[in-house]
């Protein structure tokens, strides 16, 4: 994929998927304020900026705008933080705020057509969508295993996105006999034609078989069923070279900037 490709990509995600934005769960709203779009997600979404259009002289302004209002609401949030967003010293501004970044990742598109639908799962595992709460506890429990982390959250999230849109997402556990060995999740856009791939993950020991292929490829095919043509991943520093195998192209990075508005 050439340069003009990418950006033209690039171009149709920040219009489609950030600015365009839709309320990714029961419910959250969507806001628009000047030349910032950000989600308000209560207890069961995710909270925070999704798009800016910045320059330097309305960026400090911008940024007091937002602590403001989810200060308002008595929520800690996230500016999520693209490479190419402007003004170029956005990041800086952020943490001058009080904002604290997280670890960098890199936005990268595949097409659902491509090569990632082509891999299968290895011997002696299976990949089965979840659609029930006894489900929804596997993908939590593959998700702390695997992160490390705490997933309450994503099970109370993953169990009211099924429930209230369970056409919004596809959840899937990969299963080694009736042990659950990896999870992942497909969330649509609608009206655009991108499908997210999030929280790929496989717990330790059963890593370098193909699980996480697996997983990208049986959601490949889903969104390509869908109509969907674009795959697109936040890639950590583990998953992004799994990807580029499977046709993934970089675009730009993006980086959390997390505000702490509760004591």
Known sequence: MDHQHR????????????EGARPDGPGARVERSGNVVRQVGGARSWNGVVWSALDEAGADAAVAEQIERFR???????????????PADLGRRLRAAGFRPGP???????????????????EGVRVVQVTDA??????AGVHEKAFGSDAS??????LARLTADPDGVVALVA???DEAVGAARLEFVPGTGFAGLWGGGTVEGSRGR?????????????????????LQVDA???SRPILERLGFVPLTTTTPYRYTVRS
């Open 175 to 177: 299963m080694a006999g």
């Open 153 to 158: 959250w994503l099970r109370e999230q993953l």
């Open 236 to 238: 950590s520093d583990r």
């Open 104 to 122: 960098a990742e890199t936005l990268m598109v595949g097409r659902s057509d491509g090569p990632a639908a082509v891999a299968e799962p290895p």
């Open 72 to 86: 308002g609401l008595g929520a800690d949030f996230e500016w999520k933080l693209y490479g190419h967003d402007g």
């Open 210 to 230: 193909g699980v996480y292929r697996a997983l990208v490829a049986h959601r490949a095919r889903v969104a390509a069923a869908r109509g969907f043509p674009h």
């Open 134 to 139: 006894g489900g929804v506890d596997l993908v």
């Open 7 to 18: 950006a033209a990509l690039l171009a149709e995600f920040d219009r489609d998927v950030r």
